[in-house]
């Protein structure tokens, strides 16, 4: 009994030594895990003590799955197992992968920290750097020079449009100058139509002042002053935007022409009650639309039937027919407005627009609208030109008859008396808004209150009405 009780407390103690390697071991590959960062180094080896290979024997070729508990075989001896091993690697090929034969139904999420262990294959062993090399200048895909060039398409169209619209800019500018300076050699300079007729030029007193004066690299203006009925004359030449690449690119598609305005500010004096426009028939109906002194005052003219008149493709506006047939004499007829005149000379005509109540700062103004010819044909406009000084003289002379007069005053006196309706509803539109909101204040002050304050306030509000209600009492004194 004795014997059996030792034997039986030996082998216990071999067993329990046994576990306490097992689990010292699990425990050291467990802190080894790469997934425990800091509490060992990934590539130390694991020590494997002799005792664990001396007395207990493993299947570390082939693990059987974790899951089946059917592939369980009793331990082998030695000899038989060694020679078992060597007969399987002859006849089976070498698995492609120790992690992939070992723990082929290995559940990750639910046995993590335990060290898997890779060993080498063949085709993981290490190559020498020449056959590296080949294999990558074989691998690597050659660009073909389409692509390349390709890549770059974004760019060279980029590039090219900064150019063509930095040499357009230069170009257009040049081309703007151009024109502008053309028209002002030809009408502005010494001898010319506008240094006959004004006796100051430009924007200055001094010789060296320039005649032209550049708000936009599409936009120039020139002055003049110094002539009988009328204060200054401003004329705008509005070209295209030629400078613009844009817009050039827009005006191909939808045709613009440059252009040029005068404008004549009369005097208060020599300006008779005249509302007149004459314009191309698109033109006409627009500005009868647009200007308020044409909608009140002006109405479209048919031709008269006994004497020469202007082009069908011209359309009269005016306050009575004896304005516009004075206006549109035989002079102005032979010269610019006649059939034969108007397909020669006309080209660049648009619109006349005399007003004595133009909306405006300046009330009595003469407006005239051509189109610029180019640079080398400026001459082709000269009649159309000359039709400024004309007109200046004509409106500044002219003096309306008693009928048209009479229909003229008429006209006016019932504009005043609508604009004097205008403001009277306004001012009283204004003391209304004012009265609301000082009503609104009081509405206001009067919530903010205590009840204290609002009982003295109807106590005075009381005693006002009561004291406004009782009959006056008139006292005398009795000598």
Known sequence: MASGGRTQLCRSLVLFSLIALLSTKLFSACIASPQFEGFGDEEE????????????????TSHPPITHSSDFQPPESAETADQTQEGEQQQTPPPPSSVASTFEYWDEDEFEGIPMHNQPTKEEEPQPEETLKNQTADDSPVAPSSTRRSSYHVEMICVSFLIAFAVNYFTGKRENENIALAWAAHFATKDSIFEKNFSLLGTGDGKDT?????????????YA?????????LATMELQSRHDLISRLYNLVVPCKDQITFEVFMNDDSMDQVVFALAKKKVAKVMHKESKDLQRFATLLSPPAN??????????????????????????????????????????FISLHFSDQYPGSQRKVLIFKFTLPPANKMSDMTRLVLLVPYYIDLIGRYKLGSQARSKAETARAKLAQELFKELQIARQEALQKKKAERRKLVEEA??????????????????????????????TRVH
């Open 45 to 60: 080896p694991i020590e494997e003590t002799e005792e664990l290979d001396e007395t207990i024997t493993f299947r570390s």
């Open 210 to 222: 320039p005649l032209l004066l550049k708000e936009g690299q599409n936009v120039f203006k020139f």
């Open 225 to 233: 002053s110094g002539r009988r009925f009328c204060q200054s004359l």
């Open 307 to 348: 004497r020469k008149w202007v082009p069908d493709d011209l359309t009269v506006i005016s306050e009575s027919r004896e304005v516009a047939s004075d206006l549109i004499n035989d002079a102005v007829l032979d010269q610019v407005f006649g059939e034969k005149a108007f397909e020669k000379f006309g080209k660049s």
């Open 446 to 475: 009067e919530s903010k209150l205590t009840a204290e304050a609002i009982r003295k306030k109807e106590e005075k509000e009381r005693a006002r009405q009561m004291k406004k209600a009782m009959p006056k009492v008139k006292m």
